[in-house]
């Protein structure tokens, strides 16, 4: 449970850098510094957006100043504007009828984030249900079960990760793989692209275990 735990919260801390913002030089260094995964895997989502990315960072090795412009760029086109955005990274936008920001939905997505004692730093920049915030959330949980589960403490962990599953199916799985669809529609640049790949393997592989275990 402790292994699985622990590559759960790297999976969602990783997904939240790739998303937050623009990738900087730190986090293009440390991808490169990533395992592929071995040929077995290449067919599952995971598997195909770890490499995607590594791939995507190897190829540009020697580039790594340019290219990361180039990514800030693709970055605020996919996901800022100022033009028609392709991959709105917003909950509400998905799940809202006439696709609006700040709707209930994401005023219901800061009450659960209050449940458990966290307030977005930008709180009047950036939307609570923005994808990043979300997957920060995520992370946050799962970081603290695996604490718990590491003291011992077996029903508090439970607790933390029945809500964070209950936040996954029926929250982020409604929205976030449709978000992923249109990145990979949007974008032929392999690093956004292994992004969107690894960020729908583990939504729906992480909520559809838990919609099968209710």
Known sequence: MHEELREEALLF??????????????????????????????????????????????????????????LAIEYTRLFIGPKQIPAVPYASCYLSENRSLMTDETLAVRKKYLEDGLVVKKLYQMPDD???????????????????????????????????DDFMAHHLQKWAPAFAENVLAATGEDFFRGAACLLRGVVIGIAQTALAEE
């Open 13 to 70: 801390r990783l997904l939240v850098r790739l998303f937050y913002r623009e990738p900087n030089r730190e986090l293009l260094d440390e991808i490169a510094l990533l395992s592929a995964p071995a040929a077995d895997e290449a067919d599952e989502e995971i598997g195909r957006g770890l490499a995607l990315l590594t791939k995507a960072v190897q190829i540009n090795t020697n580039r790594l100043e340019n290219w990361q412009e180039e």
């Open 130 to 164: 923005h994808i990043a915030i979300e997957l920060e959330y995520l992370y946050h949980l799962t970081d603290q079960a695996l604490a718990a589960a590491t003291a011992g403490e077996v029903a508090q962990a439970g607790a933390l990760l029945q809500r964070r």
